[in-house]
């Protein structure tokens, strides 16, 4: 009996968490925050060469729009490059800290 219960506490924990790293739109945001400083930000950056970007720039809807509908060729290239899932980290990450978002974040 003991034993049943600790397994059941196990499994709770388990799902709780990985229902918390699908939330939004199914992209881990923490994978996403590091994948976006670590490949997006080289050229988003003051001096970078592209503007100056951070989840804040835009409002959940103008991401939704910009990964939904990629169609600036330019952008297209760049995210060319990445497998499908870590974008949908990247634009996870993004939307939970956008413009309008709960915790909108600027120094990601
Ligand atoms: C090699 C440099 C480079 C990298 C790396 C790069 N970009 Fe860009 N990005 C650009 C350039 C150049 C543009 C077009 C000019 C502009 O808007 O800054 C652009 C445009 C954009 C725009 C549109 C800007 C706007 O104001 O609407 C978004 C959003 C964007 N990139 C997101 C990303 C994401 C997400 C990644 C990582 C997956 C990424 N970029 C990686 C160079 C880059």
Request: proline share 4%; hydrophobic share 30%.
């Amino acid at each position: 009996m003991y034993r049943n219960g600790l397994l059941m506490s196990v499994l709770v924990v388990v799902c709780m968490s990985v229902g918390l790293a699908l939330a939004a739109d199914g992209g881990n945001s923490k994978k996403g925050k590091y994948l976006w400083k670590t490949n997006c930000k080289t050229c988003h950056v003051e001096g970078g060469g592209a503007s100056v970007l951070s989840p804040s720039s835009k409002t959940t809807k103008e991401w939704t729009e910009f990964f939904d509908k990629n169609t600036n060729p330019v952008i297209m290239e760049k995210c060319k490059k990445f497998p499908e899932a870590n974008l949908k980290d990247i634009r996870t990450y993004m939307i939970e800290h956008a413009k309008d978002s709960d915790q909108p974040e600027t120094c990601g």
